[in-house]
């Protein structure tokens, strides 16, 4: 079988190589040893960003382009998919047609995560992102049986949690958070991950929380100073902040020469820190752990590699 090369190999150590399908056709990915370490440090030593999973602190939208009309075309793909006779040929070329479109949707994804994590890794010297597990948000919703009708079951919302499962998945969070930490290696950028509790309900102006103050899902308005903003810009801010002021506290709590785990915060009094005029300025203070002094090589993935 014929395959198209996408990037040459000289110089590195092919580690394995995997094959796979999708549709018609064939591809291999090649796991290199590329003999690249992280840099000391950043060229962009003072740069940080907050992202909200499609959004960034500095007001910047990342989102995938998908079409009305393609939408609309996996919807109509669907309806005639359901209606065709089972093992028809109808049915075969339907359904190819269907695993045509959905194959390319998720490669324009796949792109996407990879760009977009790659751009912000470039330009930024810290990343922080929300601490969220894709797997649990997406689990579906558990039945509940009815007490007064033995093998009945009470509404539990599932269509309404398969609609917001389905529109989890469609952007990639997970895709995109690992993305960012590979290229990361290669670029020297630090990735922090912080709770995400209260994110989108504290005013990142005066950092009060209440819940009202969210007035829908893009108008942020506090109620107690009155500051009016993008909702998912504010909770990218609010990210930053506390980014910030865990980077802080692990820098002032552990002692020089001391291992620090990831499992615990350091101590600190967090919304003090939220607040501190070290916001204001561009720059900020990284750990000691950011860049190893023991130099690694890497493992590098290679482009996929299509065969006909």
């Known amino acids: 079988m014929k395959f198209r090369a996408s990037r040459s190999l000289e110089g590195e150590t092919l580690r394995s190589a995997t094959l796979t399908k999708e549709g018609a056709h064939w591809f291999v990915s090649l796991l290199v040893e590329d003999g690249v370490c992280t840099p000391a440090g950043h060229g962009a030593a003072d740069a940080a960003v907050g992202v909200d999973r499609g959004v960034t602190s500095a007001g910047d939208l990342l989102d995938q382009v998908f079409t009305a009309a393609e939408k609309r075309r996996a919807v109509r793909l669907q309806r005639k998919l359901s209606r065709a ?5 109808s049915r075969n070329k339907i359904r190819r047609r269907y695993a045509g479109l959905r194959a390319t949707e998720a490669r324009r994804r796949q792109d996407f995560c990879v760009k977009t994590a ?3 890794a470039q330009k930024h010297a810290m990343v922080v992102l929300e601490k969220l597990s894709t797997k649990n948000m997406t689990r579906r919703a558990k039945p509940v049986e009815d007490p007064d009708s033995p093998g009945r079951y009470l509404s539990n919302g599932a269509a309404g949690k398969s609609g917001l499962n389905t529109a989890i998945l469609a952007t990639g969070w997970y895709r995109f958070e690992k993305g960012l930490t590979s290229v990361s290696r290669y670029t020297g ?3 922090v991950k912080v709770p995400a509790a209260f ?27 009155s500051w009016t903003g993008h909702a998912d810009v504010n909770a ?4 930053l902040a506390a980014g910030l002021a865990v980077t802080a506290c692990r820098e002032s709590a552990a002692p020089a020469g001391t ?11 967090r919304e003090e820190l939220l607040l501190q005029p070290r916001l204001e300025s561009p720059g900020f203070s990284r750990g000691e752990d950011v860049n190893s002094s023991n ?6 993935i290679a482009r996929s590699l299509s065969g006909a």
């Open 85 to 89: 006779a089972k093992g028809s040929a």
């Open 199 to 225: 994110t989108s309900q504290r005013c990142s102006g005066c950092g009060q929380v209440d819940p009202k103050s969210r007035e829908s899902q893009a108008v942020f308005r506090c109620t107690s100073c």
């Open 118 to 120: 790659r751009g912000l």
């Open 189 to 191: 950028t630090q990735v």
């Open 236 to 239: 990218a801010k609010n990210i």
């Open 259 to 269: 291992a620090e785990t990831s499992k615990q915060e350091p101590a600190g009094n």
């Open 295 to 300: 130099c690694r090589s890497m493992p590098s």
